[in-house]
């Protein structure tokens, strides 16, 4: 049973729309980041998110952080190809000591 | 300032083989992580250091699976034997110390395939 669930898994898009990618779960987190991963490389941090109802900006990139701390997510705006990635939530929880959950991702591809 | 670094990039082992990886943390950094990432799904927690004692192992399937960081800075991940299943990317990811929010640094993976 996947905690983090990632929606859409996939999503294809022309350059220059807009998109939003969700992360959904039934727990509650302490903090939620969001990560880009490129083919054959690791997962680079793009935004953490604490508060719930908190809204981060990344130049063309939304991150909003729920009420509830349980969901997020992340909508880009006029999307480049330069976008295409895999865009992963992962949450936080501190069961004793803080441990890192990964949502399965959003495999996302901008077509120039 | 030098990124986490991990090798072999590529390995390609038979089952019932043994296979070991190698990561180096950024300098300073206290808390090293072993990663699993199957395809298409999420990297998977398997080991946890800070220093050279185990923080979280418990999802790292101990019959098969080891690791050490004997002096608290690089570390090995090794399988011993392989399984058809094992097949994927194993990400390094070192942050500087074990509080919330830390920032994670991860390495480039070493993929492993098992035939």
């Known amino acids: 049973t996947q905690l983090l669930e990632q929606s859409p898994q996939f999503l294809s898009i022309q350059e220059g729309e807009n998109l939003t990618v969700y992360c959904n779960s039934s727990?509650?987190?302490?903090?939620l980041q969001w990560y880009r991963q490129e083919p054959g490389e690791g997962p680079v941090l793009l935004v953490t998110v604490v508060t719930g109802g908190e809204v981060k900006k990344l130049k063309r990139l939304t991150f909003q952080f729920g009420d509830a701390r349980k969901d997020s997510s992340l909508h880009i705006t006029a999307a480049q190809p330069g976008d295409t990635g895999l865009y992963l939530c992962?949450?936080?929880?501190?069961?004793?000591?803080?441990?890192?959950?990964f949502g399965a991702g959003t495999r996302l591809f901008v077509k120039a | 300032e030098a990124g986490v670094a991990q090798s072999p990039r590529y390995k390609i082992i038979e089952k019932r083989q043994s296979v070991a990886f190698w990561c180096n943390p950024i300098s300073g950094h206290a808390t090293l992580y072993w990663y699993q990432q199957i395809l298409g799904q999420g990297p998977k927690l398997l080991i946890q250091?800070?220093?050279?004692?185990?923080?979280?192992d418990s999802q790292l399937p101990k019959d098969r699976f080891s690791a050490e960081r004997l002096k608290g800075v690089d570390s090995t991940l090794k399988i011993q034997p392989a399984k058809l299943e094992d097949s994927a990317v194993y990400l390094c990811?070192?942050?500087?110390?074990?509080?919330?929010?830390?920032?994670?640094?991860f390495g480039p993976g070493t993929r492993l395939l098992v035939l």
């Open positions: 992962a949450g936080e929880k501190n069961t004793g000591g803080f441990k890192t959950i």
């Open positions: 250091f800070q220093n050279n004692g185990v923080v979280d």
């Open positions: 990811a070192s942050s500087q110390g074990l509080a919330g929010r830390e920032t994670q640094y």
């Open positions: 727990s509650v987190f302490s903090s």
